[in-house]
């Protein structure tokens, strides 16, 4: 019997005029409701076995060279791999990802395939990423410590997708986020700027480099001593540009060099971000991150080219709510669509109760979002299920 009570709660002239998404006054047109969502007949129905949890914290899409779209998803029940091929909807593949001897790669979270036969994993706490191939054997293990020589701290954030942060990888390159310390609810004003939010990784000279760019401004005063205001984020990247979407801020910032950046507004039409203190202990997170709106994952549409923000919509426990999974689940949301500008060019709310946002991916038929919400009156567990959603103009 799986269950997503398995699976742990862990828990990411100012820019170059040639960048084709910026415009160089960053003047934006102001938002249009002209496209929405509409609700395919389509879905894709993978099977799961007894030992896979229909809910992860890393799936991500790989366009193999032949045309083949393959969807990977970590299962940490086994510390395995799963590759589905979408065209046919059936299992391709398990990775498995050893927990000892000589290839072990210990507390996998987060994964990127380069090919079949060749694939990135991060060690969670090990500040290490290893090369494997299919069989799961290590054939390159990088150590993740900073040697930029500025002093500046280096905490990787595991590129998952759950808060969606995959791995950037341009040639010898791989750009991870980096956290802000643990003393960060000390941090106020400009200060968020000295700490980097994004490191690169040389993996053939084995050197880590923190990247100038440093945080916005969350915040502009000092908070009382563990209080402290959400700093999650995720980070989206099309080709060109690197997107960063944090959770209390209705601008997104786009860079292409880490340098210099540009805001632009995606601010949603049916809610406010929260700006309340977080909550401390365990049991006020869950309930916390099943109430409180805010700004979640951004998607990149190669195939359209346009940009998706997910929303948390605000939402009160009601008695029988477990909090614990409504927020792996969250409840109503909707999908902010902007154009290759950075223009909100529509909003399309969905219902609760039916879908899980976290999980969703873009193909070359539309967005793909998981209806394994465990209130969903057809949730069958032994089935991965996504429901095709295809981006039409009104």
């Known amino acids: 019997m799986k269950s997503i009570f398995k699976v742990s709660f862990i828990f990411i002239l100012i820019l170059m005029i040639n960048c084709r998404r910026m415009d160089k006054n960053n003047e934006h047109v102001a938002p249009v409701d ?49 590759i589905f091929r979408l065209d046919s909807c059936k299992l391709f593949r398990k990775i498995p990802v050893h927990q000892a001897g000589p290839n ?9 395939l380069l090919s079949l036969n060749n694939i990135l994993v991060n060690s969670l706490n ?9 069989t799961g054997t290590v054939l390159q293990r990088i150590r993740i410590t900073d040697s930029s020589g500025d002093n500046r701290p280096l905490i990787p954030l595991p590129p998952i ?22 003393h960060y609810y000390e941090i106020s004003g400009s200060d968020f700027k ?7 990784v040389d993996t053939l000279k084995e050197i880590v480099t923190c990247l100038p760019l440093g945080y916005p401004e969350l915040w502009s005063k000092t908070k009382r001593n563990g209080e402290f205001l959400r700093t999650d984020f995720c980070r989206e990247y099309d080709g060109k540009c690197f997107i960063y979407s944090f959770a209390i801020m209705d601008d997104i910032i786009v860079t292409e060099d880490h340098k210099t950046s540009l ?6 039409r ?26 979640a994952n951004l998607l990149y549409d190669q195939y359209r080219d346009v940009y998706y923000r997910f929303v948390y919509l605000p939402y009160e426990l009601k008695e029988g709510d477990d909090p614990k999974i409504v927020s792996k689940t969250h409840k109503g949301f909707s999908v902010i669509i902007a154009d290759s500008s950075f223009n909100v060019i529509g909003e399309t709310q969905f219902p609760e109760d ?4 976290d999980m969703s991916f873009v193909t070359k038929e539309g967005l793909y979002i998981s209806e394994n919400n465990y209130k969903n009156i057809n949730l069958d567990e032994d089935k991965l299920v996504f429901r095709l959603f295809t981006l039409e103009k009104k």
């Open 194 to 200: 000295t700490f980097p939010i994004c490191i690169d």
């Open 104 to 112: 072990a790669v210990l507390d996998l979270m987060g994964h990127k």
């Open 126 to 134: 090990m500040n290490m990423l290893a090369r494997i191939d299919s």
């Open 34 to 82: 002209t496209h929405e969502f509409v609700k395919s007949d389509l879905c894709l129905e993978l099977p799961l076995d007894d030992k896979t949890s229909y809910y992860t914290f890393s799936m991500f899409v790989y366009h193999d060279p032949s045309g083949i779209d393959y969807l990977s998803m970590e299962n940490r029940q086994t510390n395995e791999i799963n």
């Open 270 to 295: 049916y809610m406010t971000p929260s700006k309340g203190l977080q909550e401390l202990s365990i049991d006020g997170s869950y309930r916390q991150n099943s109430e409180e709106p805010r700004y």
């Open 263 to 268: 805001n632009y507004s995606l601010k949603s």
């Open 161 to 182: 997708s759950r808060v969606y942060m995959p791995m950037v990888v341009d040639r010898n390159h791989i750009y991870l986020l980096s956290s802000l310390p643990n």
């Open 354 to 357: 039916t879908y899980v946002p």
